[in-house]
């Protein structure tokens, strides 16, 4: 009686390596493989309001989104100001509730130096913003501010 086993055909080793190294590899090349926390929503970093918070975001470095989390105190006006160093970066503004339903989006011009200023009536409690670098070549710092009337 010849007992053989379990064998494999000689290349399944090598080729199931292969394809666990693409995988592996195609996760680090994620849009946000190099981002903090601040790429999840539910690890938001808190803004307070009226003060500026400094941060960047890089498509190509791997930090497409930043999460930030604003508590509203009451039903009344968020006013979110945004100013990117870079006037050709094309940044996505949106705003959800704290169930994560979209209010409210917004894009930069690419070009405009301006600041984008946004202001949205919404109702009191969490408010989530986040902002996304949205092509492959987007990289800039930025400062945001949000305040409540």
Do not use: N
């Not at 399944?12 to 601040?38: K, N, Q, R, V």
């Not at 508590?71 to 959800?96: F, H, N, S, W």
């Not at 209010?103 to 946004?118: S, T």
């Amino acid at each position: 009686m010849v007992h053989r086993g379990s064998q494999r055909a000689p290349g399944m080793t090598s080729g199931l390596l292969f394809i666990l190294s693409l995988s592996l590899l195609a996760c680090s090349l994620s849009p946000d493989a190099s981002s903090g926390d601040d790429r999840f929503r539910h690890l938001a970093k808190p803004v307070p309001f009226g003060a500026w918070d400094i941060d960047e975001i890089s498509y190509a470095g791997s930090d497409q989104t930043d999460w930030k989390k604003v508590e509203v105190p009451d039903d009344g006006e968020l006013r979110m100001e945004l100013q990117c160093k870079e006037p050709d970066a094309t940044i996505l503004l949106a705003l959800y509730d704290m169930y994560g339903r979209q209010i409210d989006k917004v894009q930069k011009i690419p070009g405009d130096p301006r600041p984008l200023v946004v202001t949205q009536t919404v109702s009191a409690g969490r408010h989530f913003v986040m902002l996304q670098a949205l092509s492959d070549d987007d990289e800039t710092g930025y400062s945001f501010k949000v305040s409540f009337e």
